[in-house]
Structures are given as C-alpha cells and as structure tokens.
C-alpha cells in the first residue's frame, strides 16, 4: 500500500473537489435551488463535466454519458489526476460506436462526487469549510435533476441518447422514467430497478470500513487534517471483488504466489490476487474521497425505481416513446441478468420499445468497461437504428 506520507494532505484535496482541471464547470441553483428527495434545496452548486464532438446546429446529436459509482466525466480524455486514459475510451471516440464525429457527447460528474461537482468534499458556501457530513444525502433521482439543469444550462432540450453501467445504468433508468419527454433512446447496461439486499450489504460493509478508520473523524478528516486511507482502501478491495468474476480472478490469478515460489508463513501478500487488492486500494485512495464513497454508495442503496409506482415498475415507463437496448452479461453477479430481464419484461408492460442482449463472457460486472467486442457492435447496431429513426443524417 502506498506510503501515507507521500499523499496530498486533506485541504489540498478539498481545494481539488473545488477546482477540477481540465474540466468545464456550470455553476448553477443561485436562482432555482435543486429540490432534493430528502427535503431540503441545494443552492448554489456546480457541476465538473467534459464534452466531447460538435452539437449539431438542430441540437438533435446530444448523448448523456452517467458514469458509475467510482467514475467520473473524464469519459474519453486523459484523467488529470491519475494521468491514466479515459474510462470508457474502448467505446467512445472517433469512428467507435459512441463516435465523436458523430454525437455530441456530455458526461458530468455526479452530484455527491469527488472530481469537480459539489459533494461532501466540495466548500459549503455557508461556511467556507468543506461540506462533510453536512452535505445531504443525495439519490440518483437528485443527480438525474442536477443533469436536467446542466442540459437547461446548455440549452439542451432533449437528448439523442443517454448510455451508463452500473450506478450509471441507474442514472439511464431515472432518465427515462422522470423525463420521457428529453430522451430518445436508452442504453442501461449492467443494472437493476433497484438495489438488491446482498447489494446494500456488500455497501454496507464498505461504509463501516470507512467510518471505523480512526482517521475519518466522524466526517470532519478535512477539517482535521485526517485521511481514512486504510479504510477506504479496505473498502474498495471489497468492492472490486463484486466487479469480477470467479472464472476471471481464477484465469487472471489462480492460486499462484506474488515473486516467491512457497509461502512464507506471514499475513504479507504471499498470492498474486492480495497484491492485485491491495494496490487496487491504494491508488483509489488517491484519486477518491472517502464521504463520497458513502453518499454514492447509500445513493445506489436508496434506488428503488418502483416505488412512487405501488411496486409497479411498468408504471414509472407508462407511456415512454424512449427506445431502449439493454445489456447483461452473464458472469455479473452484482447486477445478473435476471435484473436486466426484470427491466425488460417492465417495458414491454409498459408498451415501450425495447431491444435485450445477454452477452456471453467470464470478465464480470467490469465487462461494460472492458475490450467487449459484441457489446461493442450491440451499443453501434443500436445507436445506428435510433440515428435512422430519428433522422439524423450520418448521426450528424
């Protein structure tokens, strides 16, 4: 695990949530505060987002791209603070399917973040010291609302597309569901209607790893000048194991030993797989803070699409002219397939358009973020469909 010392201190981190680079920045909610389901208006905010392509002069191009629980909108450019490519450059980009010379794609980071938009990390204006656990809690409805304002901001009526995996795929659903109206297809990969039992327990257990590193200060690390580095870096190990599969951690590690031949009878990393885990700790620990990881994660834990619907998830569809392709793979036993069949079967009830695709493959719920190729040719046949539908001429 990296050496503590050598990491930015806790203020220079909360500077950073304040001051995203490379990054554009809609500063919004000093004239209509976002309502958020907890009961309370968030006033003022700002949101960190990248874009990538042209608008067309109808304004007909737009893609929404919602980035997943660890993500952010540095979505197809080199991330400033790793200085590591785009998450999701393996499908967006010039002449791939989500092409760039085609679309005009947008990609915010999430209300709650860490990477520029306004979240416990971020200065409360109230007070001029970093949010904490005073920032409220958040859901993906409110990050959905927040998006809905950025596109206002950007004159943006409605959007050619939205596309995202996992808490994106969640983002995807919201979307389509609390504006029907402003979306022409949906691309919900990897997802469910709401989080399962197994799901918030698996959060759960990350959040108290968190909350019982003596260095998270009930919140206040900032302010302290403090990092729950162990305890976010334990969390993130848990986390990472859910987004493989069995059939990949055994191809990629097995039971083979990290440079040595036979174990040496200690708690250091003798196998290849803890080494794997702990250095995926370590370096999330640089580039994530730790109050973030619990607000998004309980935001993920509170999604429950049917529940303004009497547990009927058809209604929160019913009477969508959105176009829908979703995708499973088979190996995700985070979000299985069984959830992604559940979404299809709500809009078909519902009378919706909707395509479904089971892609075969032992790479884990990670498999949306991966080298995919059917994925890749499923997302360009159905971008491709709805480009014709809608009549956009070469997408342009």
Known sequence: MGDVDTAPDAASRAREADAPRNSLVARLGADRPLKLDAGVELAPFQIAYKTYGRLNAERSNAVLICHALTGDHHVASVNPVTGKPGWWETMIGPGKPIDIERYFI????????????????????????????????????????????????????????????????????????????????????????????????????????????????????????????????????????????????????????????????????????????????????????????????????????GADCDGVIANAFRGAETRFCVVSFTSDWLFPTSESRAIVHALNASGARVSFAEIVTDKGHDAFLLEEPELFAIVRGFLDGAAKARGLKNGK
């Open 106 to 305: 947008i990609c915010p980071n999430v209300l709650g973040g860490c990477m520029g938009t306004s979240g416990p990390a971020s200065t409360n204006p109230k007070t001029g010291q970093p949010w904490g656990l005073e920032f409220p809690v958040i859901t993906i409805r409110d990050m959905v609302r927040a998006q809905a304002m950025l596109l206002d901001e950007l004159k943006i009526d409605t959007l050619f597309a939205v596309a995202g995996g996992s808490m994106g795929g969640m983002q995807v659903l919201q979307w389509a569901a609390s504006f029907p109206k402003r979306v022409f297809s949906a691309l919900p990969i990897a997802c469910a209607t709401r989080h399962s039992a197994q799901n918030i327990a698996f959060h759960e257990v990350g959040r108290q790893a968190v909350m019982a590193d003596p260095e998270w200060r009930h919140g206040r690390y900032f302010a302290e000048d403090a990092s729950p580095r162990r305890g976010l870096a334990v969390a993130r190990m848990g986390a990472h194991i859910t987004y493989l599969s069995d059939a990949a951690l055994h191809r990629k590690f097995g039971r083979k030993f990290q440079d040595r031949e036979n174990p040496t009878f200690s708690f250091d990393a003798d196998f290849e797989v803890e080494s794997y885990l702990r250095h995926q700790g370590s370096s999330f620990v640089e580039r994530f803070d730790a109050n973030s990881y619990l607000y998004l994660t309980r935001a993920m834990d509170y999604f429950d699409l």
